[in-house]
Structures are given as C-alpha cells and as structure tokens.
C-alpha cells in the first residue's frame, strides 16, 4: 500500500467539527469512518463514503482499494485513544498516517468528574478481557474506564464484588460531547456509548511489588515461592517494552508478575505439562495479564522459534542438555538471565556455570515459623535455593 495515505479526524458527539477539520474532511475524495460517524457529516457531492469493513482484519484489503486517493477517516474524539487511529499506524506506519485529533472521551470524562490527569488513571476494556482490570484495582484510586458495550458496567460491578472492592462507587458517563449526554451513577441505564469513572473503595489485596502471596496462585506445589520470585523479579528487572522467557513455568508466577509490574511489557510461558500449561493461562486471567502466551511444549526445543526475550528465567528443567547455552545465547544485548535448582544436579550445573561465565552466585534459604505441638512454635526451613543470574555484555 505505497500509495496510500490517510487523515484520520476526530470528531465529537454532537458532530461539531472545527474548520480545518472539516475543510479535510469535505475536501476528501474517500471518507471512511463508522456508520454513526459517516452519518453526522454533510454528504458532499461525489464523494466515496464507506463504512469499516466488519470483521476489521480484512482492513488492510479495504484500503488497499483506495490507494492514489484523498482518503479521510473519521473517529470519535481522539483517534490514538483506544481507536481506529492507533490500528490504521500499526498497519501502515507513521509515515503514511496523520491524525488530526479533537477532544477525547477521556479529556470529557476528566472534566466531568474534576479529576486531574495527575490522579486518574485510563483503562481500556476496548477489545480486552474484563480481568485486565484487577491490575489497577486499590483502595483509593480513581480509574477512568473505556467500556466495551452496555454490558461492561455490571460485568465490572461482579469483577469488584470478588475482588473485595464491592463498595467502590461507578459513574456512567454516556454519550459525551453530545445533546443528550448523561452522567449517572450505577446501576442506572447504561447508553452505548460511555466511560466509566470508577472511584475504588475496598479491602481487596492489591500490591504491584514483586512476590505475591502464594495463594494468589492455582499450582499443585511447582511455584517459585513467594520470597525466592521476588528475589529472582529484581534480578530479572522488568520495564516496559521488554520481554520475558519463563521456562519451565510450573504455576506460571514469574511471568506473571512481570506482566503485572508494566502493561507494556510482554512474557511467554513455556511449560511441557499440558495441565500446567492450562493452570497458567487461568492464573494469568485471574491476575489480570491475560496477555500471557503459554507454549504447551518441552525446552530447548521450544525455545527455538521464539523471539529474541530481554530476559530469562529457568525455574524447572535446568539440567536439560544444552538449555542454559542456548538462553544465553538468545538473549538480546543487556539482557538477564535468572536460573534456579534445588536439587545437587542442578545446583553443580550453576557453580560450573558460574566459574565458565561469572556473574552472580546467591544461595537463598528461607524459614518460617510453625506449630510444633501444644503452644510451641519453631522455625520450619523450607529448599534452599541456588540462583544463578547472568547479565549478557552489551555489543
């Protein structure tokens, strides 16, 4: 699609478009846009109006047959927040896309509510499953958030109930920017189009620092426990945009967590039980990062096809002929490699390692206090662990 570029223009509910937006938008030889958005813009004599293509993947077909042209597309507001503009660069490029914006559903909702930028927070739902929610849910937060349908209200109402966030307070803010916009709080009718400006109250478990309780996870007792993950989490520094390899996944715990600590980082799970491997995906929606991908298949061999990760964490199966060469060979330049054993076998295999390529050598025994009988209690160890970590010289 060489040829091709594209205006997209926002515009409001009511349809008010301000004059160089609309001097674009009549001076378009193609205007695309949804239905409801086509239809509040004057027709113009000549002009080729068409409507999205449904289901959307067939896009990038559908423009193509529009090449050589003036092409505008209308979107609701800001076209880059949770809209069609965000999709039209991703599938041409910076270079073949403007965007000219107006006021977003986001900015309306904010000065609805009075809530600065500073103290609320945006969550999409637009295409995402409802868990990825539980993520920003704290006792105190104020969340604007970007509803699919009619039917995300109560279907958050249920999420806050079981997350122990039940008392939170939902406004419904519908069809903003237009004649017959409404702002209620829930339940109350729900128009099709409307954000939700969430005020969280609660006593549900929140927390983005790294260990959570082991309970949080489904597992048949393959977890990297609570204390030695956290320790492992800091080694393996996530931050956004990079991505993590977690081998020998068991519950699943470590990419998930790094999931949870940015919602642009990535992290695939390769796990060779097939019961495990389901276990994770649950665990993932659970905890909101459903974006997890799980590869249901036994390493090294897995790892083979898979992109280049900025870290890896080996928490099972480190004995495997030729596992830890090849993790430390695909990493990208910077990147960290954490590996744990328990057993002689492996804890060999990580000294060896260790004197071949340096880097870092942690033995981590952790303790708990238990009943020992009548109202005596003791201190219960549990493995030790040994953690090897290796950082891959920069080029």
Known sequence: MGGLRITVVGIGADGHLPPASAALVADAEVLLGGERHLALVPDVPGQDRHAWPRPLTSLATFLGEHEGRRVVALASGDPLVSGIGTTLLRLLGPDAVDVVPAVSSVALARARMGW?????????????????????????????????????????????????????????????????????????????????????????????????????????????????????????????????????????????????????????????????????????????????????????????????????????????PGLLDLCREALAPGGRLVVHGVTLETEQLLIGAFHEHGGELTRLAVEHVTPLGGRFTGWTPARAVTQWTWTKERA
């Open 116 to 320: 600065s930028a500073e103290e609320s927070t945006v969550v999409t739902l637009v295409g995402r499953e409802l868990a990825a929610l539980r993520r920003e849910l704290a006792d105190g937060r104020r969340l604007l958030v970007l509803s699919s349908d009619e039917s995300t209200p109560a279907a958050v109402a249920t999420l806050l109930d079981e997350a122990g966030f039940g008392t939170s307070t939902m406004h419904v803010l519908g069809n903003l920017g237009g004649a017959d916009e409404t702002v209620a709080v829930f339940p109350c009718p729900v128009p099709r189009l409307h954000v939700i400006a969430l005020e969280v109250a609660g006593t549900g478990f929140a927390s983005w620092a790294p260990g959570l309780p082991d309970d949080a996870f489904e597992h048949d007792g393959q977890l990297t426990k609570r204390d030695v993950r956290a320790s492992a989490l800091s080694r393996l520094a996530p931050a956004p945009g990079r991505l993590l390899w977690d081998v020998g996944a068991g519950a699943g715990s470590v990419a998930i967590e790094w999931l949870r600590a940015h919602p642009l980082t990535d992290a695939i799970a390769v796990e060779a039980d097939p019961e495990r491997a389901a276990r994770i995906s649950r665990n993932a929606g659970t905890l909101g990062v459903s974006r997890l991908e799980v590869v249901n298949d036994k390493a090294p061999d897995a790892l083979t096809d898979l992109p280049r990760p900025d870290a890896v964490f080996v928490g099972g199966g480190a004995t495997a």
